[in-house]
C-alpha cells in the first residue's frame, strides 16, 4: 500500500484514494481492465460464453434451433449480452469512483464509523500526484469500458435490424 507523504493526512491508511486505487488495481475483477486488451477481450469473452448457460436455455424454450436457428442464435447472443453489460458496468462504476476520489480536492472519509464522517483539503502535491495517476493509469481503463459499451451498443443495433429482416 502507498502511504501519503504527509504525516498529517487524517484520512485512514484503506480510505486513502491511492490506496484505493492500488487495491482495485490488483483486485481478480478489476486486474484484466488494465492489462493488455487482450487478457481484457479474453474476460469480456469468458463472460459472454458462460452467460449462454443462462441464456441458451431461455433462447431454446422460445425458439428451437431445429425450426428458428436464426432467432435462436440472436436471441441467445442478445440474453448473453446482458451478463457482458453487467460486469462492464460493474468495472465501469468501480473506475469512475476511484477517479472520482482522486481527483476531488476535497476528502470525505469515516473516523471510526458511518456516524462520524469528515473531509480533508489535499495538499496541492498530493492533488497533482493523484490526478497524473488519474490521466495516465485510470483514464485509458475507463475510455477502454467506454468503448466497450458503445460496441454492445452497436452490436445490440445490428441484432435488432438483422431480426426485422428474418
Known amino acids: 500500500m502507498i502511504d501519503y507523504e504527509i504525516s498529517s493526512c487524517p484520512v485512514p491508511s484503506e480510505q486513502q484514494p491511492l490506496n484505493e486505487y492500488e487495491q482495485l488495481k490488483n483486485s481478480w475483477l478489476f486486474r484484466d481492465c488494465s492489462l493488455s486488451i487482450g487478457s481484457y477481450l479474453t474476460m469480456i469473452a469468458w463472460t459472454w460464453g458462460l452467460s449462454w448457460i443462462i441464456a441458451g436455455p431461455v433462447a431454446y424454450s422460445s425458439f428451437p434451433p431445429h425450426k428458428y436457428a436464426a432467432q435462436f442464435i440472436l436471441c441467445g447472443a442478445a440474453g448473453a449480452s446482458i451478463g457482458v453489460v453487467l460486469l462492464v458496468l460493474r468495472l465501469y462504476l468501480g473506475w469512475s469512483y476511484v477517479r472520482d476520489r482522486l481527483v476531488s480536492p476535497v476528502i470525505f472519509y469515516e473516523e471510526s464509523g ?20 488519474v490521466n495516465y493509469e485510470i483514464k485509458p481503463i475507463i475510455q477502454r469500458l467506454q468503448i466497450t459499451g458503445l460496441c454492445l451498443v452497436v452490436l445490440l443495433a445490428a441484432g435488432v435490424a438483422t431480426w426485422q429482416f428474418l
Open 114 to 133: 458511518w456516524y462520524d464522517g469528515q473531509n480533508w483539503m489535499k495538499p496541492q502535491q498530493v492533488l497533482d500526484r493523484d490526478r497524473l495517476v
